[in-house]
């Protein structure tokens, strides 16, 4: 009775232990899939919606909801009024924090900054093409933005996607 009991929990042990190891490897490969569909999902609307692209001169997104301090990558105006200043603002901005740099999304409207993280591992500051070139027009015909992600801690291998948005043209 105790040979056969052994051999009918080795095999089911080795198989809960696989199966709690390929739930984590899932569940990491779920939450970097989430990051970049974030990262698309706003930054193409971003980019479709803006009147004007800054990659320098910032008027957003140097400093987060709470305050921390926040370096810009890009940033995105839209006006609602061809003759008035920008109204609305988005910019991606990194922050390093925990030891980790982390993109986030900043938003400026009238006076109000509200921020939410869309990449919580980053293995280098996103770089960001106007039309392939690099941004020296305020108003290129498409933007790209290229994302590179840590892997997790068993691999250390970094992920790699690129984000592209046109503008809308009048």
């Not at 989430?34 to 004007?52: E, H, I, K, P």
């Amino acid at each position: 009775a105790i040979i056969i009991v052994g051999i009918i929990v080795v095999p089911l042990s080795g198989a809960i232990i696989l199966g709690y190891t390929r739930m984590a490897q899932t569940g990491q490969r779920s939450l970097e899939a989430g990051d970049s569909q974030l990262v698309a999902a706003y930054f193409v609307n971003d980019v479709q919606g803006s009147d004007q692209v800054l990659v320098s001169g910032f008027t957003c997104g140097a400093t987060l909801a709470d305050g921390s301090t926040a370096a810009p990558v890009v940033e995105f105006a839209l006006k609602s009024d061809p003759t008035a200043a920008s109204d609305y603002q988005s910019s991606y901005s990194t922050v390093t924090q925990d030891g980790a740099l982390q993109l986030y999304r900043v938003v400026c409207k009238s006076g109000v900054v509200t921020d939410a993280l869309i990449s919580k591992s980053l293995a280098s500051v996103p770089t960001v093409t106007c039309a392939g070139a690099t941004c020296s027009s305020a108003t290129p015909a498409t933007v790209s933005m290229v994302v590179t992600e840590k892997g997790n801690f068993a691999n250390a291998t970094t992920d790699q996607f690129t984000v592209t948005g046109t503008r809308r043209q009048s």
